[in-house]
């Protein structure tokens, strides 16, 4: 009896480390990421470094937003990888490939390269989703930054006042939004500027980036590997294509399917034993007669 007690104690200790420094259970509270993982699930994710970085392509994490709180998506584009999002809601990145359902976010088909650490970044040579997501890169790595934005038809700058004649759904459009407003609603209200000017050049809104002494800034040298994580719901789902890239620091851990299934095999075990347990034993003779 000693024995016993002091093994489950050994056990129990074990099992309560393991809870506070190794993994870590996580309730789904909501459909996003299903069918992979149903909601109200309870999911176990590593916490150690170790497991972390063994994170690859397809696998689901345990991560934090900027505003501190926390989600399960998976990863679908690693450090280094060039993503490919149509606007049908189609995904492409490297083998991996898959589509949402009820895609809403991007209204223009995109190729996004998710940067790793040491890479350097121009802002000149960046499209339009991936300059958004360098400037908050910017913001993350404690950069101090202002923007400024200008309008222009082909190579001819145009007055940026234009912008205040636009709506974004039914509000007016205001000068003072528009240097941090997101690609998909600068490509709206380049939409609305073209339908009114004459010519065929292209309406383009171009951003400058300047330090606090007003230096422009042209580059960002990125301090973290990037991951572009996704849920598997399309639309009314908070990931990667509104939030940015999530940064190492940011991915708090790795999803063991190990937990899982070690809960599954002894909840069949005790379902099977307790369906034994509780079965009457049937004579041959009273099988015959059900049989009859």
């Known amino acids: 009896v000693f024995f016993l007690v002091v093994v489950l104690g050994m056990f129990f200790a074990l099992a309560l480390a393991s809870r506070y420094y190794v993994i870590e259970p996580i309730k789904m509270v909501n459909a996003s990421m299903q069918p992979r993982h149903k909601e109200l699930s309870t999911l176990g994710f590593c916490k150690l470094p170790q497991c972390v970085d063994q994170i690859q392509k397809n696998e689901t994490v345990w991560a934090k937003l900027r505003s501190q709180e926390t989600l399960v998506r998976k990863v679908i584009a690693m450090p280094g990888d060039t993503l490919f999002i149509s606007d049908k809601g189609r995904v492409k990145s490297g083998k991996l490939k898959f589509r949402w359902k009820n895609e809403n976010a991007f209204i223009e088909s995109r190729s996004i390269y998710v940067p790793k650490k040491g890479d ?157 347990t509780g079965s009457k034993k049937v004579s041959p003779k009273t099988e015959a007669i059900k049989a009859e």
């Open 120 to 276: 350097t970044l121009y802002f000149e040579q960046l499209n339009d989703i991936e300059q958004d997501n360098a400037i908050t890169l910017l913001g993350e790595q404690g950069i101090p930054y202002t923007v400024k934005s200008s309008l222009w038809q082909g190579d001819r700058e145009i007055a940026i006042d234009m912008v205040g004649s636009t709506k974004l759904g039914n509000r007016q459009v205001s000068l003072q939004e528009v240097n941090l407003l997101p690609w998909q609603d600068r490509y709206l209200i380049e939409l609305q500027i073209r339908r009114g000017q004459p010519g065929n050049a292209p309406i383009k809104l171009k951003r400058e980036i300047f330090s606090s002494d007003s230096t422009p800034i042209k580059k960002i040298v990125v301090e973290n590997d990037c991951y572009f994580l996704a849920c598997e719901r399309g639309n009314h789902c908070v990931d990667s294509r509104e939030t940015g890239y999530f940064t190492r620091n940011r991915l708090l851990g790795r999803y063991l399917p190990f937990p899982d299934k070690v809960k599954k095999f002894v909840t069949t075990q005790i379902n099977h034993f307790m369906g034994v």
